[in-house]
């Protein structure tokens, strides 16, 4: 069954980096685009970037230049989000989304992982 | 950047009611990259509608989406229990954008 396992909750200081990992299965790996979004709580859903897991290439939105790093190591089917510099409104869950063609050149969030809480604090 | 906007925040319905949820875009966006997910509380959003109108694999036909240029409709024919959550837009353009959010809730 197609699905994205993320790794578990994290707790981090002001000013450390978090890592978080988004482990595929049931699909081709490098045929689709992994998104980050996160969502503070009570807040809307907010876009980070995204990772091509084919060519390795990655994108984030401004808010987050800088800050977000995205990899994948093809041979885990396994994409990767690294935020740096973390402060206290960076506490949220985040979440990978693939990005699916669902048809033709239509796209759109197809398969979620489970989500990552991350709580920045002193 | 182009904003979404949904309305009303909170749409207090009964089951078995219709619900009509709005999302107006700052500017006019293709229909392309226009979806609408649900999420229920302390889950992940999924995937209702894409390309504004489609539905995806396993949705049932109450839902339904409309709209172009700048006003977006999510449509559920009649609430069931299920249905009572949270739901947002999202356009992917020259960056990608969420709404925020409209609550269904149960009156």
């Known amino acids: 069954q197609v699905q994205l396992m993320q790794s578990g909750a994290e707790v981090k200081k002001p000013g450390a980096s978090v890592r978080i990992s988004c482990k595929a299965s049931g699909y081709t790996f490098t045929s689709y685009t992994i998104h980050w979004v996160r969502q503070a709580p009570g807040q809307r859903l907010e876009w980070m970037g995204w990772?091509?897991?084919?060519?390795?290439?990655?994108e984030s939105s401004q808010k987050f230049q800088g800050r977000f790093t995205s990899t994948r190591d093809t041979s885990a089917s396994t994409a990767y989000m690294e935020l740096s510099s973390m402060r206290s409104e960076d506490t949220a869950v985040y979440y990978c989304?693939?990005?699916?063609?669902?048809?033709?050149?239509?796209?759109?969030?197809?398969?979620w992982g489970q989500g990552t809480m991350v709580t920045v604090s002193s | 950047e182009i904003v979404l906007t949904q309305s009303p925040g909170t749409l207090s319905l009964s089951p078995g009611e219709r619900a009509t949820l709005s999302c107006r875009a700052s500017q006019s966006v293709s229909g392309t990259y226009f979806a609408w997910y649900q999420q229920k509380p302390g889950q992940a959003p999924s995937l209702l509608i894409y390309g504004a109108s489609s539905r995806a694999t396993g949705i049932p036909d109450r839902f339904s989406g409309s709209g172009s240029g700048t006003d977006f409709t999510l449509t559920i024919s009649r609430l069931e229990p299920e249905d009572f959550a949270v739901y947002y837009c999202q356009h992917y353009g020259s960056s990608l954008t969420f709404g925020g959010g409209t609550k269904v809730e149960i009156k």
């Open positions: 990772v091509n897991t084919g060519n390795g290439n990655t």
């Open positions: 989304a693939r990005w699916g063609i669902l048809s033709g050149s239509v796209g759109a969030f197809d398969i």
